[in-house]
C-alpha cells in the first residue's frame, strides 16, 4: 500500500509539473508579426499587424505602428506569412481508427483507446485545428469527458474539446454487421426505445460531463436503381422531441446524424442546433433550417472517400453524389455552414481536405475560412473565447505561407500553431 501511495504521489507530481510547462505564464507577452491577418469582421486580410498576447489571451490586436509592443516580449516574426484564427473542426470521432470500428470496440480497451484518441487529438490540433467538437465515444463510455479534462488542466497537450459521450441510437439503429445473430454483442451507442427512456438517457450522459447531446435520426440508407436516396428514420417524432427538450431544458445543444428523410425531418422540426450530413436536403427543410438558425456540417470529403464503395453497393450511386445537389443549394440559399470533417473512419489529420471540396461544391475561400472560425464557435456557443483574433479571446492562432482566401489549399499546409499561447508548431521560422 505504502508503494502504490508513493507511485501515486509521483504520477501526481509528474501531472502537475507537465500541467506547468503546459500552460504559458500570465506574465509572459508574445507579440506575433502578422504579414497578412485574416480579420473575420471585415472577412479580409488586412497587411503588417500585431497580435499581443499576455499568457494565454490576447490583448490587443492592430496597425504595428500602432500597438506597442512591451519590452522583453517574445516577438513572433510571421510577417512573411498570413495568420488566422485557430481553426475548428466541429466534428470530429476521436475515438476512431479507421474503417474497422468494430474490430477496435471488441479487441481495444477504453484506455487503450482513450490513449489513441489522445494522438489523433494532437494529430488534429498540428494541422491547425486548436478547437474540435468530438460527436461520440464509438462504443468507449464516457472516456472523452476524461480526454477533455486532462487536456484542459494541462495534463496532456491538446486542442479545445467539446464532447458527447456515448451518442443515443434505437434499437437496431447502429447495427455491427457481419456477426452472428446468435451473438450477444455490445452496442457502440446508448439504446432508448421510449421518450421517457430517451430523457433518462439525456439526464445520464449530462451527470456524465457531456457537453453535446448527439442522435442518431436517420443511420441505415438505400438507393432505388434510378438514385433516388431512401433513407428510413430510427426514433420517432416524439423520441426525437422528448430528446431535444430534455437536453435544452438543461442547457445543452444537440447534434443530429442524419443524411435525409423523416428522421431528419423530426429533427429539425424539434429545433436541434445542428444536422450532420444532411446530404439530402430538400427546399422545405432547408428554408426550416435558415428559420430556426439550425447549423448544417457537411462533411464532404469524408464520402468522396467512400464514392467507389458506395457505388459498388448502390446501384452505381453514393452519398457523394447526393451532397453534391444538395450542399450547394443550401450554401446558395443562406443556411449557416460549420466545418465538420467527420475524422476517424479516415485518418486524423487529414481532414484539412474538407476545406477543398466546400470550395469546389458552392463556397467560397472566404465563407469555408469563417465556417472553420466564426461559425463553427457560434455553433459551439464559444464565441466569446474562440474563432477570431480579437483582445480577450484564447490565443489560439494558426499560419499558413500564402493566401487562403485566393487558394483554400493553403490550409491543408498549416505551418504555425499556437493554442492558448504556446506555440506547438512553427516552420515559418
Not at 472517400?305 to 450511386?317: A, P, S, W
Request: negative net charge.
Amino acid at each position: 500500500m505504502l508503494m502504490l501511495k508513493k507511485t501515486f504521489a509521483a504520477l501526481l507530481l509528474f501531472a502537475c509539473a507537465f500541467a506547468t510547462a503546459q500552460t504559458p505564464s500570465p506574465d509572459h507577452w508574445v507579440a506575433i508579426r502578422a504579414g497578412r491577418l485574416f480579420d473575420t469582421k471585415s472577412a479580409k486580410l488586412v497587411n503588417n499587424q500585431v497580435v499581443l498576447i499576455r499568457g494565454d489571451r490576447i490583448t490587443e490586436v492592430g496597425p504595428a505602428e500602432r500597438v506597442k509592443v512591451p519590452a522583453g516580449a517574445e516577438v513572433v516574426d510571421l510577417s512573411q506569412s498570413t495568420v488566422l484564427p485557430g481553426l475548428i473542426d466541429a466534428h470530429t470521432h476521436v475515438f476512431g481508427n479507421g474503417p474497422d470500428l468494430e474490430e477496435q470496440f471488441l479487441r481495444d480497451s477504453y484506455q487503450y483507446r482513450t490513449l489513441t484518441a489522445l494522438a489523433n487529438a494532437q494529430k488534429d490540433l498540428m494541422v491547425g485545428f486548436t478547437t474540435l467538437r468530438d460527436l461520440k465515444t464509438l462504443g468507449a463510455s464516457y472516456s472523452d469527458v476524461d480526454l477533455r479534462n486532462a487536456i484542459d488542466r494541462g495534463v496532456v497537450p491538446g486542442p479545445r474539446m467539446q464532447v458527447s459521450t456515448r451518442g443515443l441510437q434505437a434499437t437496431g439503429g447502429f447495427l455491427m454487421n457481419g456477426y452472428s445473430e446468435e451473438l450477444s454483442l455490445p452496442v457502440t451507442l446508448q439504446v432508448v426505445d421510449s421518450p421517457w427512456a430517451a430523457r433518462q438517457a439525456v439526464r445520464e450522459q449530462i451527470a456524465h460531463g457531456t457537453d453535446w447531446i448527439k442522435l442518431y435520426a436517420a443511420y441505415q440508407f438505400h438507393f432505388t436503381e434510378d438514385g433516388k436516396m431512401i433513407v428510413p428514420p430510427t426514433f420517432t417524432a416524439e423520441e426525437v422531441n422528448a430528446i431535444v427538450d430534455e437536453a435544452h431544458r438543461r442547457g445543452h445543444k444537440v447534434s443530429c446524424h442524419a443524411f435525409g428523410g423523416e428522421g431528419l425531418h423530426n429533427c429539425i422540426n424539434a429545433g436541434v442546433e445542428s444536422i450532420e450530413h444532411g446530404v439530402d436536403l430538400d427546399d422545405g427543410e432547408i428554408k426550416m433550417m435558415i428559420q430556426k438558425g439550425i447549423y448544417l456540417v457537411p462533411t464532404l470529403y469524408h464520402y468522396q472517400l467512400d464514392r467507389e464503395e458506395n457505388e459498388k453497393k448502390h446501384h452505381g450511386h453514393s452519398v457523394a453524389e447526393v451532397s453534391e445537389r444538395s450542399f450547394p443549394k443550401a450554401v446558395a440559399a443562406g443556411v449557416k455552414i460549420a466545418f465538420g470533417s467527420g475524422a476517424g473512419p479516415f485518418p486524423h489529420g487529414s481532414q484539412t481536405k474538407e476545406f477543398e471540396y466546400m470550395v469546389k461544391f458552392g463556397m467560397t475561400p472566404v465563407q469555408t475560412i469563417l465556417a472553420a472560425t466564426t461559425g463553427a464557435a457560434q455553433l459551439m456557443g464559444w464565441q466569446d473565447r474562440i474563432g477570431s483574433l480579437e483582445a480577450g479571446k484564447f490565443a489560439d492562432v494558426v499560419a499558413v505561407s500564402g493566401d487562403p482566401t485566393a487558394d483554400i489549399t493553403e490550409l491543408e499546409r498549416v505551418k504555425f500553431v499556437m493554442k492558448g499561447g504556446k506555440i506547438f508548431k512553427n516552420e515559418l521560422k
